[in-house]
């Protein structure tokens, strides 16, 4: 039997971004490979990066699926399906929405795939195929392991994903994986984590965790024992771990060089609004922070989410000059997305808010880095075109030199100034 991976693009992509430079490995489905067991045969087809070739023989097919993707998802899917071929759906927006997704598919998986997976196999085999599989969450990747070399030959960045751990406990009104994993939080066990890293050989990693640093006795257990094997890796965490000096130099000793951080906003009500409560207790500490992660040689990269109801054209502005003077060494400029499910998005569905019929994900007409709600404070074309801005201004030449210069970070060492130089580049060419 012939199995087909499918990572699906966005679709049609304008607005001053392309997306798809700059790929990482869809980690998920190399997860799922390494449960497909010989003679059974699977391949990975990623849509950001090449064609999908449709008539090409296989006996299943299964997609991995976000809200940004889902359209294109959807049409993949069809495609398939019109040629008599099977198809799975699962990821995150399945998970939320599984009515809309079981539409567009023979099945689907709500919640981890990975405890369902070999039942699926066989139920394909067998003919008895079911609608929808819905597993829960338990411990991740629970004596499985990705299959890298579904990777050869596509262009993605060299660096290797994987994942500590699911979920977050937080509960930000804007998030989707909060709703997703129900405010829950799992860690790997500590010895398949180790087991993966020196089974696939690994130097350069990032995990793909949405909080690595949420429980901090399991992860500073990990690091003492990450210390030994000598790897270089970067995380999304939050900025509440620089309370944390013990932290803080575990994570130095074990080869972090730097992390995602979500600062989301600098205005203090935006952060109250998003209920971002690691940001609004240390709100009036940033300096401090930032300080801190200096002080270990970390680098940083910042991400925000603009357009919320206390933006406007000036405060976004101001986040770009924040940004700057900061000296981060990258930055995300976002439009503030109203997932499906979240709090945010039922606030605009009642405040009759949304545009694209409250359903941007599927719309034909909506673009990456459009604003798919109607902001208070302008229009929804001026804050894609801030946003925009914001990006480009922060990715110009002479921002980049600016930032280049900070001694204990950017320009630390070789590994920093190769990270800064080259990222840079890549996140210039795509936001112009």
């Not at 539409?103 to 998986?109: E, F, G, M, P």
């Not at 139920?123 to 004596?143: A, E, H, M």
């Not at 575990?250 to 906003?265: H, K, P, Q, R």
Request: net charge neutral; proline share 4%.
């Amino acid at each position: 039997m012939k199995v087909t991976l499918i990572k699906p693009g966005i679709g049609s992509i304008i607005s001053g971004y392309n997306i798809n430079e700059g790929s990482m490995e869809p980690l998920q489905l190399a997860i799922l490979a390494g449960l497909i067991e010989e003679p059974d045969e699977v391949v990975l087809f990623d849509d950001r990066l090449e064609e999908v070739p449709f008539d090409e023989k296989t006996d299943l097919v299964a997609i991995t699926v976000d809200s940004f993707s889902a359209r294109r998802a959807y049409e993949i899917s069809s495609n398939y399906r019109i040629r008599g071929v099977r198809v799975i759906l699962g990821g995150m927006h399945v998970s939320l929405l599984p009515e809309e997704a079981s539409l567009h598919a023979d099945s689907i998986v709500v919640g981890d795939a990975e405890p369902v997976w070999k039942q699926i196999m066989y139920d394909f085999k067998n003919g008895t195929l079911q609608k929808i599989y819905s597993p829960g969450f338990g411990i991740p990747q629970d004596g499985c392991f990705p299959k890298r070399d579904i990777f050869k030959g596509k262009k993605y960045l060299p660096v290797s994903l994987m994942q500590f751990s699911r979920g977050c406990k937080f509960n930000c009104t804007f998030c989707s994986v909060s709703k997703f994993f129900k405010h829950s939080h799992q860690c790997r066990k500590i010895d398949d984590v180790l087991y993966e890293i020196e089974k696939d050989k690994l130097k350069t990693i990032l995990f793909v965790d949405d909080n690595l640093i949420t429980n901090r006795k399991e992860v500073k257990i990990f690091l003492k024992e990450l210390i030994p094997l000598k790897v270089k890796w970067a995380s999304q965490s939050s900025i509440d771990m620089t309370g944390d000096l013990e932290l803080m130099r575990l994570m130095a000793d074990s080869g972090c060089v730097g992390n995602l951080i979500g600062f989301e906003s600098i205005n203090i009500n935006t952060l109250k609004w998003f209920n971002k409560s690691p940001n609004i207790r240390d709100f009036n500490n940033y300096k401090e922070a930032l300080t801190t992660f200096r002080d270990h040689g970390f680098l940083t990269w910042a991400s925000f989410m603009v357009g919320n109801d206390f933006d406007n054209l000036d405060t976004i502005q101001r986040t770009v000059e924040f940004a700057m003077k900061s000296k981060f060494t990258l930055a995300f400029f976002h439009v503030l997305m109203p997932y499906p499910g979240t709090e945010i998005y039922q606030q605009f569905k009642a405040e009759d808010r949304l545009l694209y019929d409250g359903h941007w994900w599927n719309h034909p007409d909506y673009k990456y880095n459009h604003a798919p709600f109607q902001p208070k404070m302008m229009s929804a074309e001026q804050l894609r075109e801030a946003t925009i801005k914001a990006n480009k201004d922060f990715y110009s030449v002479s921002s980049i030199a600016h930032r280049m210069f900070d001694g204990r970070t950017n320009m630390r060492n070789f590994i920093n100034f190769s990270i800064y130089t080259r990222f840079n580049y890549v996140l210039r060419k795509t936001s112009i």
